[in-house]
């Protein structure tokens, strides 16, 4: 069983930068790809990003490629996004999900655990 609790959401200006986190519980981090994903008022969840178990291999969305980052830290079970350049439409709440031994998928159904998410909104 994996626990995972989002930070770092909040207001921030349109081209201002945020950095949210993901930290989960448990031993066995290492072993979990990890993702993020967001869904905007009114639209479905859509994938962000994810970084593979073994932090080689990532995975953006086009929208946010050059934007986003994506990081692990293991040492801390935290994963991390890097959010520059936000624009209104990153406007959403935004969730860490994990899935043992992936390799930074995009769909969500391979993702067995995820967070309560975190408000991003961004003002024009």
């Known amino acids: 069983q994996v626990q995972l609790v989002e930070s770092g959401g909040g207001l921030v200006q349109a081209g201002g930068s945020l950095r949210l986190s993901c930290a989960a519980s448990?031993?066995?981090?290492?072993?979990?790809?990890m993702a993020w994903f967001r869904q905007a008022p009114g639209k479905e969840r859509e994938f962000v990003t994810a970084?593979?178990?073994?932090?080689?291999?990532?995975n953006y969305a086009d929208s946010v490629k050059g934007r986003f980052t994506i990081s692990r830290d293991n040492a801390k079970n935290t994963v991390y996004l890097q959010m520059n350049s936000l624009k209104p439409e990153d406007t959403a709440v935004y969730y860490c999900?994990?899935?043992?031994?992936?390799?930074?998928?995009?769909?969500?159904?391979?993702?067995?655990?995820w967070g309560q998410g975190t408000q991003v909104t961004v003002s024009s």
């Open positions: 999900a994990a899935d043992i031994w992936g390799t930074a998928v995009i769909g969500e159904v391979e993702y067995e655990y």
């Open positions: 448990g031993r066995t981090f290492s072993r979990y790809a």
């Open positions: 970084i593979s178990w073994t932090g080689s291999r990532t």
